[in-house]
């Protein structure tokens, strides 16, 4: 008599852990974000703004979204799309799972917005993303020419 007692209780249990770990991202392994972030750079700014430019791949099972960007060069970073060949801030923009986000000249980037001071070519920006899921990256960004095109990367 007790050994159904014991099984229906161990069937039970592994029930209740089996519900743990979902797919909101906060269980290891599958449903979370696996973020780097490669091809980075900033050309040299000529006003008091800049365009910084970089591409966030994930690995993991789980989307994940860039809500925001901070950086001590400016008084403010804000998160731009470009739509129909217009620029406009959002709020966030999506990362897909086991895609990219890319960020680059003449689409979606990051808009530095009253420049503390004008970072110079050979210069490195510390830059700050932040996201819907995972944790805060920082990024190191090189100044490159203000007419500088990647080869490759984006």
Same mark, same amino acid.
């Given at each position: 008599?007790?050994?159904?007692?014991?099984?229906?209780?161990?069937?039970?249990?592994?029930?209740?852990?089996?519900?743990?770990? %979902?797919?909101?991202?906060?269980?290891?392994?599958? %449903?979370?974000?696996?973020?780097?972030? %490669?091809?980075?750079?900033?050309?040299?700014?000529?006003?008091?703004?800049?365009?910084?430019?970089?591409?966030?791949t994930n690995d993991g099972d789980?989307?994940?979204?860039?809500?925001?960007?901070?950086?001590?060069?400016?008084?403010?970073?804000?998160?731009?799309?470009?739509?129909?060949?217009?620029?406009?801030?959002?709020?966030?923009?999506?990362?897909?799972?086991?895609?990219?986000?890319?960020?680059?000249?003449?689409?979606?980037?990051?808009?530095?917005?009253?420049?503390?001071?004008?970072?110079?070519? %050979?210069?490195?920006?510390?830059?700050?993303?932040?996201?819907?899921?995972?944790?805060?990256?920082?990024?190191?960004?090189?100044?490159?020419?203000?007419?500088?095109?990647?080869?490759?990367?984006?």
């Amino acid at each position: 008599m007790r050994r159904p007692a014991a099984v229906a209780l161990a069937v039970a249990g592994a029930l209740v852990l089996a519900g743990c770990g %979902g797919s909101d991202g906060s269980g290891s392994g599958d %449903g979370t974000a696996d973020l780097s972030v %490669g091809s980075a750079y900033m050309p040299q700014p000529v006003s008091d703004m800049a365009a910084g430019f970089l591409t966030i791949t994930n690995d993991g099972d789980a989307p994940d979204r860039l809500t925001s960007v901070s950086s001590d060069v400016a008084g403010q970073v804000t998160v731009h799309e470009t739509v129909d060949g217009a620029m406009q801030e959002v709020e966030a923009l999506d990362i897909p799972a086991h895609g990219s986000l890319v960020l680059e000249s003449g689409g979606n980037h990051l808009m530095f917005e009253q420049l503390k001071k004008k970072p110079k070519q %050979g210069q490195s920006v510390s830059v700050q993303l932040r996201f819907e899921r995972s944790d805060p990256v920082m990024v190191e960004i090189p100044v490159k020419p203000a007419t500088y095109t990647p080869k490759t990367g984006h």
